[in-house]
């Protein structure tokens, strides 16, 4: 997904935390690898390490309208199902070239087409176009 790097609202030995934009939204993330430089463009992966929970901070919704914001420390990312794998992963998409791979485990609730909301406080962005 590409994103423009908003200014850098962290820097330590431990982690960098970066505000950043999209065409759906913005947000807050960690960092992985050299400090990104403010106003450049990357395409990035987003790695979700929080253990997603349905009920708690994932959930279908009804609205099947793409977004990324910031609420409470929470990346709120929308998106609609794209696939299913047996083993509980799942594909999401936020247009036809922005897509997110999430393990969920359970998947009986849901089914391809699907808009869910996802609320992660443990996501780390990686530059893809190195």
């Given amino acids: 997904m590409k994103i423009i790097v908003k200014r850098i609202i962290e820097r330590s030995k431990d982690r960098i935390l970066i505000w950043f934009e999209t065409k759906f939204g913005s947000g807050a993330a960690k960092w992985d690898g050299e400090t990104p430089n403010v106003g450049s463009k990357y395409f990035v992966e987003f790695n979700i390490n929080d253990k997603l929970l349905w009920g708690e901070n994932i959930n279908k919704i009804t609205e099947n309208k793409p977004l990324i914001d910031y609420q409470r420390n929470n990346l709120i990312i929308h998106g609609k199902i794209d ?37 992660a406080s443990k996501v780390t962005l990686y530059n893809s176009n190195i």
């Fill in 83 to 119: 696939q299913i794998y047996d083993d509980g992963v799942i594909v999401i998409s936020l247009s036809p070239a922005s897509s997110i791979m999430l393990d969920v485990k359970k998947t009986d609730l849901i089914k391809v087409g699907d808009f869910i909301e996802i609320m």
